[in-house]
């Protein structure tokens, strides 16, 4: 009985701790549509996808039809909107993404660079109240925040930092860069 329990409890906090990760695709901003996918690899039998402007105040809003692993996002409709996806599963709860602030211009200056770039590099949640995760495989030299006035407000260069304290930060957007080696990366993210 006991064997049996620590089975049901390492499967459950297995499922608790998965995510579903979504980035965009850098080769897809080149075109008038940007392709958004799971890099984790996991399959769920549902999902939705979820989708608010920036600047509105409101609740995030289920993209009609949008029930796949992957999404192609108009730039017409979605520049300068936040998408999240939600990934069901039958026996257990819902896990919802990162969400992805959607910026046909950095996408495009993303693709410029890529190869300089930290491409597996992912900051969640975004929005973010107090902590931010980073996602990563290469050990970091430096993580530096800047404000919408291209200020530096926050630097560290801890190799083995896997999470940032936000809570100092006023509500607004903020600009990360994380240095690894010659590769760089900045990604915006915003603090609710």
């Not at 392709?35 to 920036?54: C, R, S």
């Not at 495009?108 to 996602?135: E, F, K, M, R």
Request: hydrophobic share 40%; aromatic share 12%; glycine share 4%.
């Amino acid at each position: 009985m006991k064997r049996l329990l620590l089975i049901a409890i390492v499967l459950y906090s297995h499922f608790i701790s998965a995510q579903c990760i979504i980035v965009v695709n850098p080769s897809s901003c080149a075109g008038d549509a940007a392709l958004i996918q799971i890099t984790t690899g996991e399959i769920y039998p549902q999902y939705q996808w979820y989708f608010k402007p920036v600047n509105s105040s409101g609740d995030f809003q289920p993209i009609n039809g949008a029930t796949n692993p992957s999404l192609v996002c108009d730039w017409s409709m979605y520049d300068q909107a936040l998408v999240k996806l939600e990934c069901y599963h039958d026996e257990f709860p819902v896990y919802f993404s990162n969400t992805l602030l959607l910026d046909r211009t950095d996408c495009l200056l993303s693709t410029a660079i890529h190869q300089q770039q930290l491409s597996d590099l992912i900051l969640y949640p975004n929005p973010v109240h107090d902590y931010l995760l980073l996602s990563n495989s290469a050990a970091l030299d430096s993580i530096t925040i800047f404000n919408a006035f291209g200020q530096s407000i926050y630097t560290s260069e801890k190799t083995n930092l896997k999470r940032v304290d936000t809570s100092f930060l006023i509500s607004g957007v903020y600009i990360l860069e994380a240095v690894s080696g010659k590769k760089s990366k900045k990604i915006k993210f915003i603090k609710s």
